[in-house]
């Protein structure tokens, strides 16, 4: 394809067998083999905590939000991105079962994903791209963390 | 440039803040004369240098202050309430003046505060006639000034140094120019002229110093001459030998000596008498009064950027230390082990040193407290003494800039709804004059900071009804007097019939309360009707780093204060399962017992070698169960972050030396979470 100003750079990724995408303007680094420590008293879809750079950054289950289960644990993978959340940029942690490659593709190559059969929040992604014959799903980051859940997360002390 | 202009500012504004204490004091002791010497003196610094930056209008207002000290020093005009409540004035206007970019936007303020000066000036000044012949009731000096060969080169002009020790008092001098040829100077390369002066002022030693302020401390040198003691000019002169000796021909030192007393015969005329300088008066604290002793110590000025990256460097080298010591623990390496423990012992003793930098002592808000109180009391026409102990009680520097505005406000609520009134408190057998009490110490290791009030307490009941009232509890409620007290940190509670202007708006008590759980401490409320409020506000001391135990519970590491920990012991013999929030038995008492495992939710069993460990808060002791204890951890504590703010039993958590966190338990917090009776359930 040849280079023009449309094209945005995606890091791909893959939670089981599903393919994700995610705009690398967000990604910090894609940590492995990282531990990630469980806080008490938090929802399902927050994994833990990690260490990033001597920095203590929440964990997202991403599982979760799409509704799966995490199939294996060979590759423990944590992207660390750097998201505005609520007006302050924060850093927080993404599970993924292994990362795959970096590609370009136009906003205009998005298609628009059907709401009906979906099992999660369709508002989390941007829509899907195909690519090498696969269906890719590209991440809308801004969603996925989401100033209610934030809030929800900060209020959830009880549950 | 700049940063000079910087710097200066920084020195001036610490000059202020000197200069608000120094009148603070000045208006309990009005007659002290040294106080007064003081200001004079601190403004004469501050009129000085900010010439030389270019801030003119406070070069100017400096000077018109200083005149007003300088007449009261004088006994020309006597200090009153008037003269300091100007002096208040002046000091704001000056601050402002130092931190705007334009001083002429505060030309009519300047122009109203110097017509007030004046106008001061010429209503109090007694007649001046006495001026031209001038007493001194002075001191007597030998100055010697030896400046060196660049003293032109440094832009001083001697003459002007000449002209300003005339005019401290009554001057004689003699300036030895040498005879050596100009030629034979060069090759010296030394200045070969220098003066001796010889000065009868009223001035004190530090004002003469104060001229010399561009000379080197080698090139002058200042000697109280005493009558008495004229046969001693041999030590002075002697010292100054090889000037007199090298620059003068045929020097004698007897000659000298006759010389120098003939001088010192021709200005005694006008010395009535030698006095003794007065020493500066420290308050007695048994009395209870501000405790204010100028403290002298040699310190500089850091930024804190510089200190916030030494922190940094400190928590990293903490954490590598424990990586070393992890890796030694494996090797069991003899020669490292010793070279570990040596390096632990190095590594900790640098950290405290480092922390110990950042704390300062909170007599740095007290004159901000103090002002407020007054100007507080003056509006509300109430008589109250504020008074304050423990001034010197450290903090880090983060919590104590966090804690002034809390403290102010709490302040506040105590002159504004506690103290009553002069004539109600007469009509209730109380002194006219109420009392703010400021006291701080510390209490293991947590700093206590108290603001007491003798006015007229709070009402549970007026709190219990308010609350009702708005729906925060039930009528059926059952609620001790402490927790009604609380319900004041409740946001939007406010029992104040009016919203005074002064508080009760926006910064309310719940406000304080966030303010003071994000510096992780705590505060607690006590009040008798009648009798007054007192409101405690418990702090730690750094914020840190701080020694604790690893524990673990399935595979979560957890970490306890080691300050907080009473003892650990073994749970032998007693049932495990459903005993989390019951009480087991502990020193003779029934205590609350909490199992991480279960309060949590961790997957696994509690094993039946399960450790058990005691934390205390003052008074109150509970008992954690947890899987195994790993040892001791110098945590340095990372913020969780927003995501878990509201996680409110951990106070963030650790890097471990293998690389693993760990979660910081607040203690005070899990204590705290028993306090309601609703909480305890017995088997």
Known sequence: MEENEDQITYLTFVLNDELFAVDVSYVLEVLQNVSITEVPKTPEYIKGIANFRGEIIPVVNTFKKFNLNENSVTERNVIVMEVNVNGKQMKIGTTASGVRDVVTFDDKDIVPIPEIGAGYNIQFLQGAVKLDNRFVLVLNVNEIFSHDEIVILSNASES | ?683
């Open chain 2, 1 to 683: 440039m700049e940063q000079f202009k910087q710097k200066f500012i920084a020195d001036a504004l610490e000059l202020l803040q000197k200069l608000e204490n120094s009148l603070l004091m000045l208006e309990e002791h009005k007659s002290d004369k040294s106080i007064t010497v003081d200001i004079f003196r601190t403004m004469h610094t501050l009129k000085g240098t900010a010439g030389m930056y270019g801030f003119d209008a406070v070069e100017n207002l400096t000077h018109h202050f200083e005149s007003i000290y300088d007449l009261i020093r004088n006994g020309k005009l006597t200090i009153n309430k008037h003269i300091i409540d100007l002096s208040f004035k002046v000091a704001d206007l000056l601050k402002k003046l130092l931190s705007a970019t334009d001083e002429s936007v505060y030309k009519i303020e300047i122009a109203a505060i110097l017509n007030e000066l004046d106008v001061g000036m010429d209503n109090e000044s007694g007649a001046d006639e006495k001026a031209a012949n001038q007493e001194y009731k002075a001191n007597c000096y030998y100055i010697m000034l030896h400046p060196d060969i660049d003293i032109y080169k440094r832009s001083i002009n001697p003459q002007s140094v000449v002209d300003e020790i005339a005019a401290l008092g009554k001057l004689e001098y003699i300036l030895h120019t040498g005879e050596i040829p100009l030629v034979e100077q060069e090759k010296l390369k030394e200045n070969t002229a220098f003066w001796e002066f010889f000065l009868a002022t009223n001035s004190d030693k530090s004002e003469i110093e104060d001229v010399f302020i561009f000379f080197l401390d080698d090139e002058f040198d200042i000697y109280t001459y005493d009558k008495s003691v004229a046969k001693g000019c041999k030590p002075f002169i002697e010292k100054h030998l090889d000037n007199f000796s090298k620059y003068s021909n045929n020097f004698n030192i007897d000659a000298k000596i006759e010389e120098i007393k003939a001088t010192f015969e021709k200005i005694s005329p006008f010395i009535v008498e030698i006095v003794e300088p007065e020493p500066i008066k420290e308050v007695d604290i048994k009395n209870e009064q501000v405790v204010f002793a100028p403290l002298q110590r040699t310190s500089i000025r850091v930024e804190s950027e510089k200190l916030d990256e030494l922190m940094n460097l400190v928590s990293e080298l903490v954490n590598i230390k424990a990586r070393i010591s992890l890796i030694d623990l494996e090797q069991n390496y003899d020669l490292l082990t010793s070279a570990v423990d040596e390096m632990s012992k190095l590594t900790n003793k640098f950290r405290d040193n480092v922390l110990d930098i950042r704390l300062i002592p909170i007599e740095s808000i007290l004159v901000n407290l103090k002002r407020m109180t007054r100007s507080l009391a003056n509006s509300l026409n109430k008589k109250i003494e504020f008074i304050s102990e423990g001034s010197d009680t450290e903090l880090d520097k983060t919590i104590i800039e966090n804690l002034e505005s809390p403290l102010m406000h709490l302040i506040r609520n105590s002159i504004d709804h506690g103290i009553e009134l002069p004539a109600e408190r007469l009509a209730n057998g109380k002194p006219e004059t109420g009392t703010v009490r400021f006291l701080a110490f510390y209490s293991g290791s947590q700093v206590f900071i108290q603001i007491q009030d003798n006015g007229a307490g709070i009402n549970p009941e007026k709190i219990r009804l308010k609350a009702i009232e708005k729906k925060l509890i039930q009528p059926t409620d059952k609620l001790s007097k402490t927790d009604l007290l609380e319900l004041i940190f409740t946001p939007g509670f406010s029992t104040a019939t009016t919203v005074t202007e002064v508080s009760g708006r926006g910064v309310g008590m719940d406000a304080v309360q966030r303010i003071i759980s994000e510096l992780r401490g705590e505060i607690e409320i006590d009040s008798e009707v009648g009798l007054g409020t007192s409101i405690t506000v418990k702090l730690p001391i750094t914020l840190s780093i701080i020694d604790t135990l690893l524990v673990k519970t399935g595979a979560t590491n957890f970490l306890i204060p080691v300050a907080a920990v009473e003892t650990c012991e073994m749970l032998l013999n007693k049932p495990l399962s459903g005993l989390n929030r019951k009480q087991v038995e502990y020193d003779n008492r029934l205590i609350p017992f909490i199992s991480l495992r279960d309060e949590f939710n961790i997957a696994g069993e509690n094993a039946t070698d399960a450790k058990i460990i005691v934390i205390s808060n003052n008074d109150r002791k509970i008992a954690i169960l947890v899987d195994t204890i790993l040892g001791e951890h110098q945590a340095v504590i990372k913020p969780l972050g927003d995501v878990f703010k509201n996680l409110d039993f951990l106070s963030g958590a650790s890097i471990l030396g293998n690389g693993e966190l760990a979660l910081i338990l607040d203690t005070n917090k899990l204590i705290g979470s028993f306090k309601s009776a609703n909480n305890f359930v017995t088997i």
